[in-house]
């Protein structure tokens, strides 16, 4: 069985944008992958919203988002990339982190540049580590992977924080420190988008976050651009968030399913592979 991280890199090397929508747990990893995504992104937003049901604040331990994207991994056959937060501490903390997340067979994981209690990119209130630090912080990761073939993403936060001259600066600085892509994260607006693509060299990433203007850009106009990656974080969280809204409205309206849209059980259970293990019990189960 090929690697989860060099499936990715044969994805990368074949030149399409690779889009990777946000899974905030493994079903709906499971769904991104039945709709033909050739990766998906394990957002920490969604995984706090899905876990917790709390905002994006720092409040997952690295276990928990560890044990949440073995989970996802578990489900699915494409590449994962998963949010690893600020690595959860200090030099031993992170090379503990980038060894779980080794085990847990995620392709590629990110660390920003956040102090700690890290929050949401899109938030305001982002409080930023020195740029040095930072850097050495990634030098450490890249060391703790050693042979394994995981990919290390150095995101910044700076843009809302610092503004774009600052972001691109410590890009580069990740990239010096031997990364394999780079993310500059919190991009609102499309001429953000434009000044990464023409000043940032090298494999990039970019965010597009539902209800920005960046929704305007097609995966084929970033891909123009010169994105390797485009995350699509919270489309399928907020899509379901709202479903099951509108969907609960109308019970509590009606007093009864019958006009709520949904699946029918038979195609749920699809999604869900009970079809896999039907077929291993009528194999090796009791006889009847």
């Given at each position: 069985m090929?690697h989860?991280?060099?499936?990715?890199?044969?994805?990368?090397?074949?030149?399409?944008?690779?889009?990777?929508?946000?899974?905030?747990?493994?079903?709906?990893?499971?769904?991104?992958?039945?709709?033909?995504?050739?990766?998906?992104?394990m957002?920490?937003?969604?995984?706090?919203?899905?876990?917790?049901?709390?905002?994006?604040?720092?409040?997952?331990?690295?276990?928990?988002?560890?044990?949440?994207?073995?989970?996802?991994?578990?489900?699915?056959?494409?590449?994962?990339?998963?949010?690893?937060?600020?690595?959860?501490?200090?030099?031993?903390?992170?090379?503990?982190?980038v060894?779980?997340?080794?085990?847990?067979?995620?392709a590629?994981?990110?660390?920003?540049?956040?102090?700690?209690?890290?929050?949401?990119?899109?938030?305001?209130?982002?409080?930023?580590?020195?740029?040095?630090?930072?850097?050495?912080?990634?030098?450490?990761?890249?060391?703790?992977?050693?042979?394994?073939?995981?990919?290390?993403?150095?995101?910044?936060?700076?843009?809302?924080?610092?503004?774009?001259d600052?972001?691109?600066?410590?890009?580069?600085?990740?990239?010096?420190?031997?990364?394999?892509?780079?993310?500059?994260?919190?991009i609102?607006?499309?001429?953000e988008?434009?000044?990464?693509a023409?000043?940032?060299?090298?494999?990039k990433?970019?965010?597009?976050?539902?209800?920005?203007?960046?929704?305007?850009?097609?995966?084929?106009?970033?891909?123009?651009?010169?994105?390797?990656?485009?995350?699509?974080?919270?489309?399928?969280?907020?899509?379901?968030?709202?479903?099951?809204?509108?969907?609960?409205?109308r019970?509590?309206q009606?007093?009864?399913?019958?006009?709520?849209?949904?699946?029918?059980?038979?195609?749920?259970?699809r999604?869900?592979?009970l079809?896999?293990?039907?077929?291993?019990d009528?194999?090796?189960?009791?006889?009847?």
């Amino acid at each position: 069985m090929t690697h989860p991280a060099l499936s990715l890199k044969a994805l990368l090397a074949a030149g399409p944008i690779v889009q990777a929508p946000g899974a905030y747990d493994a079903l709906s990893a499971r769904q991104i992958e039945r709709a033909g995504f050739p990766a998906i992104y394990m957002t920490g937003f969604g995984a706090t919203a899905s876990r917790l049901g709390q905002p994006d604040i720092g409040l997952l331990t690295q276990t928990e988002m560890t044990g949440h994207a073995r989970d996802m991994v578990r489900a699915v056959g494409v590449p994962v990339i998963a949010d690893a937060d600020t690595g959860y501490g200090g030099p031993s903390n992170i090379e503990r982190t980038v060894r779980e997340y080794v085990h847990s067979g995620v392709a590629a994981i990110h660390l920003e540049d956040q102090v700690a209690p890290k929050r949401c990119g899109q938030m305001a209130g982002i409080r930023l580590i020195d740029a040095r630090e930072n850097e050495r912080r990634l030098r450490c990761a890249v060391a703790a992977r050693g042979s394994d073939p995981m990919l290390i993403i150095g995101r910044t936060d700076a843009l809302p924080a610092a503004g774009i001259d600052e972001a691109l600066a410590r890009a580069l600085r990740w990239q010096d420190a031997g990364v394999d892509l780079v993310f500059v994260d919190g991009i609102k607006k499309i001429a953000e988008v434009e000044a990464v693509a023409r000043r940032l060299p090298g494999p990039k990433i970019v965010s597009i976050v539902d209800g920005n203007e960046t929704t305007a850009l097609t995966a084929s106009d970033l891909q123009g651009m010169g994105f390797a990656v485009v995350l699509y974080a919270v489309t399928a969280l907020f899509s379901a968030a709202l479903a099951v809204e509108q969907a609960l409205a109308r019970l509590r309206q009606d007093g009864t399913p019958r006009d709520v849209p949904s699946l029918a059980y038979a195609d749920f259970t699809r999604i869900v592979g009970l079809p896999a293990h039907q077929e291993l019990d009528a194999q090796f189960g009791a006889e009847g």
